[in-house]
């Protein structure tokens, strides 16, 4: 049964996460993410180009291998869905008008490419380097790098030279970006946007080499609920052995010896988790439920060595904040590992 969009605003989150994502009733049209995607269309013809990417809601961002469209998240197409997600992963991606634009872009530049095969020329290639590189299994971005332009967050495009493209491309669309002076003197980072300005100038009135309509895993064609998406979602953050953090919380909270009068370590890992949570994540670029989900552990860790505090506030916060954020870094390249595997 279809969910009427009035009876899915009044719905508790026990009772939502029972509804398959096909019955949820979702559409584009009609929605909050009409003005941005109309905003999206402007651009593109401000910037003199015919091309228009289809889009559809999936259970993520993509554009899919040979299509010239793009998937956007179905929980911001309602408020409700918003507010659902922020509870279930702290964090939603493309949330704010901004932010959603932002990812429009980008995944306009990975739709245009597969619309005109972009990517199979050589010119494009000694840009951006081959397509068919293998995503790196333990990317850590080089912050000090001006080789590369930024949009997304996380120094994205340094990820692969499709993600390189698609960066590149939507700093070029943005409206009064100004790519000239921003990046004039990031050599490597201005060169490809120059390029990106001719190529665009090239194809601008060309029609499409690819015009695949696919929707790939269409939100109505879902068949599972809200609780089992976020049950997988979740599990590709999945706990670790906690003695890993043994060695290193011992040496910040100090062991035994600490002074029982003194605030257990439990207890201010507890008290300033949603400060830590919200740091480490402006610092790595992490997703907030994997930064949540080490410092559960750790509290846990925390609570059965007995721990408490051995330095000030002030410097246990630092310790534990960077501690923190070495092993969400470790751990994303684990989990990159086991994905490539």
């Not at 051995?310 to 390249?333: K, M, N, P």
Request: proline fraction near 4%; include cysteine; charge should be positive.
């Amino acid at each position: 049964m279809v969910l009427g969009l009035r009876r899915l605003a009044a719905l508790s989150d026990e009772q939502l996460l029972d509804h398959r994502l096909c019955d949820l009733g979702l559409s584009i049209e009609g929605s909050r993410l009409e003005a941005p995607l109309a905003q999206l269309h402007r651009e593109l013809a401000n910037a003199g180009l015919r091309f228009r990417p289809h889009a559809w809601l999936s259970t993520s961002w993509f554009s899919p291998h040979g299509v010239p469209g793009f998937a956007i998240p179905f929980y911001l197409a309602h408020p409700r869905l918003i507010r659902l997600e922020r509870r279930q992963m702290f964090e939603v991606e493309g949330a704010t008008p901004a932010t959603c634009l932002r990812l429009f872009r980008h995944e306009t530049g990975h739709a245009l490419d597969w619309a005109y095969r972009l990517h199979w020329r050589k010119d494009w290639r000694e840009r951006f380097g081959p397509a068919s590189t293998p995503y790196r299994e333990s990317y850590v971005p080089r912050r000090r790098s001006r080789d590369y332009v930024m949009n997304l967050e996380n120094w994205y495009a340094q990820s692969h030279p499709l993600e390189d493209f698609a960066e590149t491309f939507a700093v070029w669309l943005q409206p009064r970006s100004g790519w000239r002076k921003t990046y004039a003197n990031w050599r490597k980072a201005r060169r490809k946007l120059e390029y990106v300005d001719g190529l665009m100038a090239e194809i601008a009135d060309r029609p499409p080499r690819v015009r695949s309509r696919e929707r790939t895993d269409s939100v109505g064609r879902l068949r599972l609920t809200l609780r089992e998406y976020y049950r997988r979602k979740q599990e590709e953050y999945g706990h670790v052995d906690r003695s890993i953090y043994d060695l290193e919380l011992e040496r910040l909270f100090g062991t035994g010896s600490a002074n029982v009068r003194h605030k257990r370590a439990a207890a201010f890992l507890r008290e300033r988790r949603g400060e830590l949570r919200r740091r480490v994540a402006r610092w790595t670029g992490q997703h907030q439920f994997a930064i949540d989900r080490v410092l559960g552990d750790m509290i846990v860790r925390c609570r059965e060595l007995g721990l408490r505090l051995h330095y000030s506030d002030q410097e246990t916060g630092e310790g534990v904040a960077i501690l923190v954020a070495t092993h969400c870094i470790r751990l994303e390249r684990h989990r990159r590992l086991e994905y490539f595997r």
